[in-house]
Nanobody
Framework: VQLQASGGGPVQAGGSLRLSCTASERTFRRMIMGWFRQAPGKEREFVAPISLSDGTTSYADSVKGRFAISRDTAKNTVFLQMNVLKPEDTAVYYC???????????????????WGQGTLVTVSS
């Protein structure tokens, strides 16, 4: 599975961006796609995953209420709508996919086998 992420760029604090990630194929019936991010000098951290089969989602506490993940199953695409952006949201955002995850693993980057190239989001104050 190849993943193509897009939508990053510069934005001022309080602004919005929408990221997209398209999978080349839906190899797994129960595929989970997720967003992670990595700021300079920091470890990759969980943002939000979504089940392509039933739309179940979850969010990191740091983005809850500001970010929303959604899916277009016909296009094997997931979106991350990011609102009320803060400078601390600045990071490279990566999408990931896997077809064999149990729910307790959705937030763990090491559990995902397939990764996109990343898209940079820069939030200025």
């Amino acid at each position: 599975v190849q993943l193509q992420a897009s939508g990053g760029g510069p934005v001022q604090a309080g602004g919005s961006l929408r990221l997209s990630c398209t999978a080349s194929e839906r190899t797994f019936r129960r595929m989970i796609m997720g967003w992670f991010r990595q700021a300079p000098g920091k470890e990759r951290e969980f943002v939000a995953p979504i089940s392509l089969s039933d739309g179940t989602t979850s969010y990191a506490d740091s983005v809850k209420g500001r970010f929303a993940i959604s899916r277009d199953t016909a296009k094997n695409t997931v979106f991350l709508q990011m609102n009320v952006l803060k400078p601390e949201d600045t990071a490279v955002y990566y999408c990931a996919a896997d077809g064999t995850l149990i729910r307790s693993s959705w937030s763990k980057s090491t559990a995902y086998d397939h990764w996109g190239q990343g898209t940079l989001v820069t939030v200025s104050s």
